[in-house]
């Protein structure tokens, strides 16, 4: 699933004749495929003028060898809430087309060059009119088949001065898939969901030191088309719906603290009851306040436990970028130094131990559901019109694979159904849908929690550190951003993850003492050979997979859904520091009457 004004997709199309002639698609029982498609007028329409557009040749330069439409028309409800008001309630419904030409062949072509530009985007009418969807589609191909001439020109002067150039093709091939799915159609009723939001806002009313709270809902329902001259005829539903909780206090030094919760699913029904939500209010409130009360946290190297959500979300981070590996662009000698693109920490690992040998990780992107949970991230076919496949990524501690897009990072590569996000110089990138991270001979949460006290006490140190909840998906202010990223660079950190929310300090008497402040040294997935322990009982976490730093809340040109199934995790040793952060002021002027009313 992709959720996204933005949307690149490396495919290209073919007649509406041959489409006919050659699908076999897989659509609603006893439905008519043929017939479907050709009732579609999105789908007939990007057929039959990629079929004309393929004879693109302009004096007698380049010709089109892939042309791809793919389009979206999200339905989207969003509504926000702040004690209990309603900001505001709307529903919005677009619909537009991305638009990619390859001229050159699959071995070199106007892709994967800092010259590359970025895909044609158009929008569509939602009323089907053929004619002008048809319209839309002959003028915008045209001017992006000009900017892919002007993009290979460039590139193939670049690469006169280059002495030794990546051979490796530009584009992959990719069995061509058929699939054309019934229409979504959201289903939500607005108005009660307009109550519930208000009324679930209202309960931070009664907690005057939350200087700021809000509740969010966002339902989405939308179709993603895709033809292409491999043969590929995709029509998938892609929906989401999700409740995010938000909430922020001063701490007396004036330093801000803050706390959320995001309820991530793929249907509004799916959401967890008022009653759960309201807890869940309740507890972030709770939380919020706590923390502007902790202590500020000290240095700490030793040994440290994720718990539950926080091992979900840390595998989450660090396997985004060590699941896959992306491919350097062709680059003029005299701008190198300009592109700073970090190679994934696992990119020349494969077949090398990366992790203790209980452990293994795969995403299978096929399973609907794990611990009696929906997962999110489950899917059909990517963005490119290949197939989801199973991909074991570490096999009892030993890199195996990685996710791959029809790019290729090595000759003979080929997709494995992992793009689903946009990528940088005319590339999809590569992202999981679920990923499991499984342990052999796991243990008890209480067990774990007493193994972290045992190094404490080995380690002749204070205390231990559990983490319960990391800052992810992102929603620190900019400020706290721009603070933690620049303390990061002073101390030559070149990756690590976002801050933990949650953090204790767990003494060896077993007493916990929440702190605030704590923000993590260099860390990657390098640091997974640090593994000790894991439990024997997994948690579901789905999220909204967007693929900006440190998965910023909506941030990103594009989105998807992704799941991570993983147990506790307690490692030997993490390094983390205390957050050097400009202090601000509390307010000078007393909380409004909404607020001191509840007192």
Known sequence: MKLSST???CAAALGLTTLLSTVMVTAAPGADAPGEVSRDAVLRAMADEVARE?????NNLDKPYEITYASDDPDEITMSASLGGLLFSRRDHTRRVVIRVRVGDAKFDNSDSVYTRAPGNAVLPLDDN?????????LNT???????????????????????????PDFAAANPIQIVQPLPTLRMDQKHWEQIIESLSGQFA?????????????????????????????????????VAITARALAPDGTQVWDDRF???LHPSELPGEQDLKKAVDETATETAALAKAPIAEEYSGPVLFEREAAAQLMAEVLADASRVERRPLVPPEYANRLRILDSVWSTRQGTKVAPEWLTIFDNPAQKRAEGVVLAGQ????????????????????????LSTRQPTHDGQVSNGHARLPGEFGAELAAFGNVFVQATGG??????????????KSSNLKYGILIRRLDFPATAGADELRNMLSQLQKEGVTRTVTAPLLAYRVYPDGHEELVRGLRFKEFSAKDLRDLEAASDHPYVFNYINNGSAFNYANSGAGATTSSVICPSLLFYTVDLDRAREETGKPPEVPAPSLVAASE
């Open 54 to 58: 393929k004879a693109l040749q302009l």
């Open 130 to 138: 053929y004619h002008v969807i048809r319209d839309q589609l002959w």
């Open 206 to 242: 009664a907690h005057p030191e939350i200087v700021f709270s809000n509740v969010r809902l966002r339902a989405i329902s939308s179709t993603f088309r895709l033809v292409d001259t491999d043969g590929t005829i995709e029509r998938v539903p892609e929906e989401l719906a999700e």
């Open 263 to 265: 309820f991530t699913t």
């Open 379 to 402: 899917y059909d076919v990517d963005e490119e019109g290949v197939a989801a496949k199973s991909v074991t990524l570490v096999q009892n501690g030993t890199l195996k694979d990685f």
């Open 142 to 168: 045209d001017r992006v088949y000009k900017t892919a001439l002007v993009d290979i020109e460039r590139k193939r002067t670049a690469l006169r001065e280059i002495s030794d150039p990546d051979k490796t």
């Open 7 to 9: 949307w690149l997709v």
């Open 443 to 456: 243990i008890s949460d209480a067990q774990l929690k007493a193994k972290l006290l045992e190094n404490v």
